[in-house]
Nanobody, 118 residues
Framework: QVQLVESGGGLVQAGGSLSLSCAAS????????IGWYRQAQGKQRELVAV???????NYADSVKGRFTLSRDIHKNTMDLQMSSLKPEDTAVYYC????????????WGQGTQVTVSS
């Protein structure tokens, strides 16, 4: 069973910066797609950024140029650096890891709140 522990988040004013971290139990990052999703109140969960199992990084159009996703496969951690935050970035952010080996494995963190005040 994979466990994902998130840290970071909180309250920040518009234009500010925050950093989110996710640590995974087990050596899984090197063979997984890893990323962050978010869910604003009353909305569906959406992709924020992902590093594919092939090592490519993709961002939602709404965060391109403002957010940076990185990983450390030796420490099994990943960080989401968020800058120029906007009120519409307010959401619960979830860490996710996913891979396929005979079947799909898909794990989520518990979520961390990010609130951007205007």
């Amino acid at each position: 069973q994979v466990q994902l522990v998130e840290s970071g988040g909180g309250l920040v004013q518009a234009g500010g910066s925050l950093s989110l971290s996710c640590a995974a139990s087990g050596n899984i990052f090197s063979r997984s797609a890893i990323g962050w999703y978010r869910q604003a109140q009353g909305k569906q969960r959406e992709l924020v950024a992902v590093i594919t199992s092939g090592g490519n990084t993709n961002y939602a159009d709404s965060v391109k140029g403002r957010f940076t996703l990185s990983r450390d496969i030796h420490k099994n951690t990943m960080d989401l650096q968020m800058s120029s935050l906007k009120p519409e970035d307010t959401a619960v952010y979830y860490c996710n890891v996913r891979w396929v080996l005979l079947r799909e494995y898909n794990y989520w963190g518990q979520g961390t709140q990010v609130t951007v005040s205007s």
